[in-house]
């Protein structure tokens, strides 16, 4: 692995750092540079490491999974959109790829303190934290810290370094606790949400990374970078009005009219009172301000404070759509309070809220159908639209209290163990809740949960409401030059997605935040801009392709097959009521729609990629790989 | 096929003129502005013109095939490279897709006389032009012109037609005759050379095409071309100047040095004199000056003038390299003059120089060897070196004139004629003959003669000298960004031929000259300012793997198979002396990476393109067509 730079690229450090908990030992590694421009940072970097370096079938809590930070090229430069992180490990959640991206300010610390990535592998024999700055890192006694919530830890750790100015990336109680969707937590309220990675960092008593670091990023045309942020701030209103203003969730009454808002566990479709929920009613009311992450003009992070009859407080900052709609009408709830509330818990534990909501909204629907009572409850009336039995939960799952314990373990397992044909409600993806976008409207979004590498994920797919009318402008400039209607499962919606992943996965490897209005030039010349390579969309594109392949080579070697791609039941049947109540997913046009999605992507029938495909986007050592996993 | 135009797209006139020659009749068709976007033009137009409207197994010289003459959207603007048209047809040499470009200043014409393309059907009583002019076209006798070299034919049709700057696509005498290899003639001077296309005007009795217009062609950014235009003068020396002041060729002898150099019909590696036959040279000699093609200021074309031994009339231009290389070196000749002469009477009887040079070394082989002898040549002492009898048998070809009759067949057939072995001799992919490159020295290219659809063909294909050493840099622009050996055959080298062939076809269709040095960006900001489209390379790089998608299934639904995809046997063994000469093409290499080459593109272990990847390219009709091709 450690091999001698040839020339720093511009952009990077050229430089990460390897912690061995289990060993108490930590070294620096120099990365080649053709490494980098292969496969550029991020969830690339992730892809990479976990491929080289997992032994396949390793237990996801173990000491033997290693759990990957990684910037990408464009972080902690002044672009805005640049302060994100990703995260990745093999998933507690799912058992299949992990990954996830994370805002905040964070990412950018470690670039600046002499590092683009953070491996850590094995496990520390107490509880520790590793403490990152200025080129230099140490594992540092994390015994004081552990059991507290991430509020505090972070205080704790500023003040007994001494810098108020430092940056920590950490798991609350619910990490330490291994819930299997625990997140990860930058500055207390921005996550890497998604499969588990949280309950990793647990798993190896690591509660924390701290960074402060002083260097700047190298870039090659920072009049360019200054140029592209001129233009957004100029043209805010147009480009980026609604989360400049509002955030995410800004209309969120409107998913009810088009049927996207997931209702009381993706079951209805009705949901009388949901601007109670919309950005504009945070903004009326429960809002004190905007905050945003590193070197962003766009500031899109809502910041609630309430006093009554929860206190929530300001520094955890506020919800998100995902959560807003998660904690909300999924379970049948329209109480923004108590949303704002189970919100900030779920800040304090590092609990991910849309698996959180989702649970809750399973353990609900169980519940009301009486496979869970009174007695697995605790007496807590747990119906949909129960706010306060909502919150409640929300705490239990932290704590693993009662019932918490099993809901604590996602709704797969949760109903493996509750039974009594509680299956049907536990809607997940290899085993990972779904976001809170319904694949029986948004159709490409469908086949992007049942084939994504981490299980149902918003961040690695496609919201096929752009691909009608005359929103197909921004992606006629990747040759899809006609509209495809929503309902469409056939190939020209399978080639969409898939272009379209490939250039989401690319933002997650460069680390670009996909709230920024960077079309494919503006990205392009960014990443010039920064790297001084003469890259083009194509060569982004293909490293979209790569690393979406690399994740699949992953669950390929773990075991997943093509019946892991694959929706809930529930999806094959429309909602109770609502705008979707006469349409749903048909699944013979789902496994058409997967088995040429493999096609396209230049694997075979089951799903597994071709040694020409994988060396067609150069990376052939996946089928060398001693660890043999094409078939 | 007609379809209403939605908007007149800039950059295309929006409509194309059929000619039926069988029914005499004329008449104007609109296309779709999506058929303009997913096609571009050029060799995009023709591949999908001859999978629309062809029937499979057609006789190429019979009525049935259609002839395309198509424009690209740079065609006829101000931007340097935009001088050419495309030529299409089943080939009559090698039943195949046939397919080729030429330069000049007809392509302009054409499209400022009102049309991006022109489909030619049937076939005509008797010899036939056609004059196209503003808006307007007209099918005229061409009785008086039949017969006529083309130098007096384009007089003639100019002093009739009253206009001196008409200008005249035509054939000779040798597509007349049906010569397999005859060309299409652009201004007396450049040539679509390859697959025999004059052979196809010739079947039908058309003559020649002639065309005028004063329309100007609207383009969204004049002042970006502008802009590149500039560019380009100013940086003339640098990014073109090889061909700016000496033309192709003009190192010639540094061909003897790397191997690269066809002698003796590719069976020698030594060449004592070939500096006589080098670009540097010919301007000190022979050449009286430079010409180009529309509005471009490269002018790379050589035009000599000789009168004695033999009088070589300056306005058919000069000899380019593969004149030089084929009807020189690999006749064994060095005979500069000899070489021109040649080269003028292929340009009068509108035969492709590739080809005759090819079959005339194939010929002088069979006669050292004793397989054709005196009584066969008419007493012509048709030995290697010979440069006489070399032009001598030019124009015997030309006229089909004894053994040129059997010539005129091309080296496949002409081996089938004589037996006796020959057959090790004619060298030749598909029926068509090799162009003057060493597939023993350049591997990629090599492998580009076996599967290109066209046959044996330098314009589909990469000169992998290009991947050694720091020009690299100019590939890492697509992610190939580490230098890869020449002798490599293996997926590196397959995917290197790939990604450049795909950006080859699109330069056929956009129809923007290989020689200009436009980049990857700046080729695509023409495309922008052209037509006022948002593309990016990836969209671009994807027409040229559609358009090379649907030449295969062209010659899949025409019944080759991977039988086909292969190099003549004496690439197998090395060069009698020279640098090669201990060095040759591996057939296991070969067929690996013809398997891989498959795989790569999609295409099924037999090189059927697969249903998916026909969708994932957008062509989802190829797989659908009642033709059915897909197995």
Redesign the interface.
Known sequence: MIVVVKFLPYGYNGKILRVDLSKDKISTEFLDD?LY??YIGGEGFVAYFLLKELEPGVDPLGPDNKLIYAAGPVTGTFIPGNGRNSVGAKSPLTGAFGEAEVGGYWGAELKHAGFDAIIVEGKAEKPIYVWVHDEQAEIRDAGHLWGKETGEAQKIIREELGDNLIRVTQIGPGGERLVRYACVTNDLKDVAGRTGLGAVMGSKNLKAVAVRGHKKIDVVNPEKLKELSRWLIQNMEKVAGSNHNFGTGANFEVNVVSGNLPTRNFRDGDFANAEALSGVTIRNTVRIGMDGCYACSIRCKKVVKITEPWNVDPMYGGPEYEALASLGPNCGIDDLKAVCKANEICNRYSLDVISTGAVIAFAMECYEKGILTDRDTDNLKLTFGNADAMVKMVEMIGKRQGIGDILAEGVRRAAEKTGKGSEEFALHVKGQELPMHEPRLKRALGIGYAVSPTGADHQHNLHDMGLTGPSI?KF???????PIPLEDMG??K??AL??HVDWCVLNNSLLLCGFLPW???QT?EIVRAVTG???????L???GERVTTMARAFNIREGFSKEDDWLPKRFFSPTTSGPLSETSVSPEKLQKARQ?YY??M?WNENGVP????L??L?I?WVAESPLEMVK
């Open positions: 053709v421009r292969r402008k006629s400039a990747l040759g899809i030059i006609e190939p020209r399978v080639r898939i272009y079309d494919y030039d392009t390579w003469n890259s083009t969309s194509w060569e594109m293909k490293i040429t096609a396209m230049g071709q040694r020409a495909k060396e067609e150069d052939g």
